[in-house]
């Protein structure tokens, strides 16, 4: 499966799970730590929990393994590491606060 098909596996679970604003940013041509970042946020803690075993297993499913996570199912913002596609869900609050979009503008955002 290549890259993009499962990036949009992953956009598709989100969206399964209610997951608001999913944004794909590609950043192949700004940064070497990832090719993708999609951000999604969520209304709670329990919906953030969701997304992230929704994307954990979609993934899986094709083939990729998270390499590394930050958080847990007390936090507002989860960072999932997959090599080539990180995953960041926030509660819409702290995804205010770190604009990731702002930060990464020089990475092109995608629709899926």
Known sequence: MELLEIVKTAVEALKDKKAED???IDITEVSSIADYFIIADGTNQNQLTAMQDAVDEALY???MQVKQVE???KSTWIL?????I???LFS????LFY???????????IEI
Request: glycine share 10%; no cysteine; proline share 0%.
């Open 22 to 24: 999913v944004t794909v």
């Open 61 to 63: 499913k094709a083939g």
């Open 71 to 73: 958080g847990n199912s």
């Open 80 to 84: 999932m590491d997959y090599q080539d």
């Open 86 to 88: 990180i995953v960041h």
């Open 92 to 95: 819409k609050e702290d995804r």
């Open 99 to 109: 604009d990731l979009e702002r930060i990464w503008r020089d990475g092109k955002v």
